[in-house]
């Protein structure tokens, strides 16, 4: 798998992906389709509030995704990169492909402040990579007012 970024013949990939990824067991809740038409619109105006990076198969057809949502943090005191959404198709997990994604986002951000991620307790094994790759559980309880 290459790692690279979301290109804009990605389209139905990142799409598919999204919609997979919001009805895994350890996701929270649906989104409506659109949304993932409108954060791929938003990712091909060249927006430096998010970005996204794929694993693609030799035939350049990804299978993975991490939409990165770029924001300030106050608290860390400097640049924070928000691992929003990390998905590997179900058939491919298990072969690093998630750390790659994560390389290359650090990679990416090299001077960033932070990382951070939401990861639910419905699943164990990718807060397991994540602790392995040096994150750390907050001890924060996240609210949102939705419009």
Same mark, same amino acid.
């Given at each position: ?36 038409? +409108?954060?791929? $619109?938003?990712?091909?105006? $060249? ?9 693609? $198969? ?47 986002? +650090? ?33 924060? +309880? ?6």
């Amino acid at each position: 798998m290459e790692i690279r970024e979301i290109l804009p013949w990605d389209k139905p990939h990142f799409c598919r992906m999204v919609h997979a990824f919001y009805r895994l067991p350890a996701v929270a809740h649906v989104i409506p389709d659109d949304h993932a038409e +409108r954060t791929f $619109d938003l990712l091909m105006h $060249d927006t430096p509030y998010a970005r996204c990076f794929v694993a693609a $198969d030799a035939h350049d057809v990804p299978h993975a995704y991490c939409l990165c949502a770029i924001t300030w943090s106050n608290e860390a005191g400097g640049l924070c990169v928000w691992l929003e959404e990390l998905m590997v198709e179900d058939t491919l997990r298990g072969q690093g492909i998630g750390q790659k994604l994560i390389a290359a986002v +650090r990679a990416a951000y090299p001077d960033a402040a932070r990382f951070r991620l939401e990861v639910t307790d419905e699943n164990p094994r990718a807060a397991a990579l994540y602790r392995t790759l040096g994150f750390e559980d907050l001890e924060y +309880r996240q609210m949102v007012l939705d419009r």
